[in-house]
């Protein structure tokens, strides 16, 4: 397999060449190794950071996970949030622990 990307590491924004055989990763245009990382975490286990809200006595709050995620979890990750009605929260707030033992916690972003 073939593909082109833009590393998203840092500002340069890197057009990289990736190819993809037999488990074997070569990429090529990258400006410094984060873009090979990038490009190979990307080929063989995407990961995104997720956020979302959830609800609680006050209202809605944002949360996010506080590492990026198996991007095939992602809807999985946002039901179990969904899933939630909590008290009181602030800012830093950890409201789940290792959702879905990815080794990423929910954290509320946002104050009032």
């Known amino acids: 397999m073939e593909k082109e990307m833009i590393c998203i590491m840092c500002p340069m924004g890197c057009n990289l060449k990736v190819k ?15 873009g090979v990382q990038f490009a190979q975490e990307e080929i063989t286990c995407p990961k995104r950071m997720v956020t979302t809200s959830v609800k609680t006595t006050e209202g809605v709050k944002a949360c996010k996970t506080s590492i990026p995620v198996p991007k095939e979890l992602i809807f999985k990750v946002v039901q179990e949030v969904e899933k939630l009605k909590i008290g009181k929260v602030k ?18 972003t946002a104050n009032d």
């Open 20 to 34: 993809y055989s037999g488990g074997k990763v070569e990429v090529s245009g990258n400006g410094c190794n984060r």
């Open 91 to 108: 800012f830093g707030n950890v409201i789940i622990k290792n959702v879905l033992n990815t080794g990423a916690d929910i954290v509320i």
